[in-house]
């Protein structure tokens, strides 16, 4: 079995930055594809980012695009999400997920097997 954990996530005003880490335990091997989703109230989860095992291939959400970049440091085993000039529709609880994957990038989150419990990432107006 494989753990991940989130963290990094917080409050920050418009504007302004965050990097989320997502960091692997367990089982772990190096053919794991990522990816973010993110989940607000009364809203149905979305994917964000999504990213290859060896970080070659990253697919990002229209609405994020320019904005957040997922990048990967497998000797750590450990996924960040930097998000950049963040709004207000940002708001969400931020979950990453995993799954064995040699090729690509996964997208839809019924793909993935392990899941992270969230953290929070709250962007005041």
């Known amino acids: 079995q494989m753990q991940l954990v989130e963290s990094g996530g917080g409050l920050v005003q418009a504007g302004g930055s965050l990097r989320p880490s997502c960091a692997a335990s367990?089982?772990?091997?190096?053919?794991?594809?990522v990816g973010w989703f993110r989940q607000a109230p009364g809203k149905e989860r979305e994917s964000v980012a999504a990213?290859?095992?060896?970080?070659?291939?990253?697919n990002y959400a229209e609405c994020v695009k320019g904005r957040f970049t997922i990048s990967r440091d497998n000797m750590k085993h450990t996924v960040y999400l930097k998000m950049n000039s963040q709004n207000p529709e940002d708001t969400a609880v931020y979950h990453c997920?995993?799954?064995?994957?040699?090729?690509?990038?996964?997208?839809?989150?019924?793909?993935?097997?392990?899941w992270g419990r969230g953290t929070q990432v709250t962007v005041s107006s």
């Open positions: 990213i290859s095992w060896n970080g070659e291939t990253a």
């Open positions: 997920a995993a799954a064995l994957y040699p090729s690509g990038a996964l997208w839809e989150p019924h793909m993935y097997s392990y």
């Open positions: 367990g089982r772990i091997t190096s053919s794991h594809a």
